[in-house]
């Protein structure tokens, strides 16, 4: 166990939909990083937040966006879903901002989120 | 763009060493390179961290030339229950990067 929680485990919903995935970092971790993993695909970067800021953006579309809250769990909301956002999301978490030696990301088990 | 890519897969059979590649031309100075496992299902697991030379742990060993521009995984004596997918990344200051991701398929 990573320590990094996520929830829903499963998520099945219509196109046109909107959905909202959530994750609780390890204890005394500041960042939550957000990826993206489609069948059979790699890892992609969405977004990272850093003690309720956004840090870095990677591949996230417009139609996507995300926040930390004070209790820095994070929430990730996808609107207008496409069948193609059908995939694995997954949430990791990190002790800093990612530039140190101590900020290895530990991840969640995912959600999945299949789109109908 | 950074790419960081590494071989699509490799078989392997019990007991064998394995060294898995990856490549990372675009490297910055002050960047880490960490290598995970993943199983179908299943959030990607940490496995080692390095920055340059050779680190080891308890399950791996991470070697890192003095130009840092690859990296290789080596997991010694691999059993059935490594068969996954291995990913390196290269991360720093806003910056994630993982590699393509390789299947490491373990036969008896």
């Known amino acids: 166990d990573s320590g990094v929680t996520q929830t829903p485990k499963h998520l099945i919903t219509a196109t046109g939909q909107r959905v909202t995935l959530r994750c609780s970092p390890r204890?005394?971790?500041?960042?939550v990083y957000w990826y993206q993993q489609s069948l059979d695909q790699g890892l992609q970067f969405l977004i990272q937040?850093?003690?309720?800021?956004?840090?870095a953006k990677g591949n996230i579309l417009e139609r996507f966006s995300a926040q930390q809250f004070p209790d820095l769990h994070s929430e990730l909301n996808l609107s207008s879903l496409e069948l193609g956002d059908s995939a694995l999301y997954f949430c990791?978490?990190?002790?800093?901002?990612?530039?140190?030696?101590?900020?290895?990301?530990?991840f969640g088990a995912g959600t999945r989120l299949s789109v109908l | 763009l950074a790419k960081t890519t590494q071989p699509i897969s490799m078989d392997s059979y019990e007991g064998q060493e394995v060294n898995i590649t990856c490549s990372h031309n675009?490297?910055?100075?002050?960047?880490?390179i960490t290598w995970y496992q993943q199983f179908p299902s299943q959030g990607p697991r940490f496995i080692i961290q390095?920055?340059?030379t050779k680190v080891k742990n308890e399950v791996a060993s991470l070697f890192i030339p003095a130009d840092r521009k690859s990296s290789t995984l080596s997991l010694p004596r691999v059993s059935l229950s490594d068969t996954a997918v291995y990913y390196c990344?290269?991360?720093?200051?806003?910056?994630?990067?993982f590699g393509t991701g390789t299947r490491l398929l373990v036969s008896p």
């Open positions: 990791a978490s990190s002790v800093g901002a990612s530039g140190s030696v101590l900020d290895i990301q530990y």
């Open positions: 204890s005394g971790d500041l960042s």
């Open positions: 937040y850093y003690n309720g800021e956004e840090r």
């Open positions: 675009n490297i910055a100075t002050n960047d880490y």
């Open positions: 390095g920055y340059k």
């Open positions: 990344l290269v991360r720093g200051f806003q910056k994630l990067v």
